[in-house]
């Protein structure tokens, strides 16, 4: 118990942590409102917890040491977060702001946002290698899937609520992020944060 007490403290820090979740999040809610950022959240979730699955199975160490699929998952990384990071800056620089007076709105695609949030974060190999290699320092060499499975979960738990609160916390500044130089300053912020995500991925072994 312990040891998972630990773990809990562990992971609420790592959830503060801003990493590309944390930003495609909020360009998403700022750009579509708030219905958009949560499907978007959803689709973080369920990457984290099919990663925290495949490290508590054992799989995810495999593909983990496996350089061709580790290097193809993690370019395939690279060139998302990258072209994410692309769309941000252009729409930057775009004087046309109705999708962001009209953010909320719209129709939203359920499906469209969650695979969005759901790619950024499967398609990033380290976010694998991150679950394959923090269980392990937690829990006792005889832990079974269903213990393993409780700390993925718990990091995926934790994980939603900061994201979320990112959510909420956008969507109630929306009548400041709709001005143009705010909405021009959120833009090319966090598309260049991407960007870099993006090149950090590209030049690690």
Known sequence: MSNYLTFVV????LA????????????VTVAGGKPRGL?????IIVANVVLGTLAASGLGAVIA???????ALRWIGVVYLGWLGLQAVISAFRSDTSAWQQAGGGHVRPMAAMRQGFLSTFTNPKALAFYVAILPPFVSPHATFVELMAYALTLAFFGTIYLTAIVFAAHGAMRLIRRDRVRRGIEGGVGLVMIGFAAALAVQD
């Open 65 to 71: 040491s496996s350089k061709p699929v580790f290097d």
């Open 16 to 27: 503060l942590a801003p990493g590309p979740d944390t930003f495609i999040t909020l360009r």
């Open 10 to 13: 562990f992971a609420i820090l």
């Open 39 to 43: 499907w978007t959240v959803t689709g």
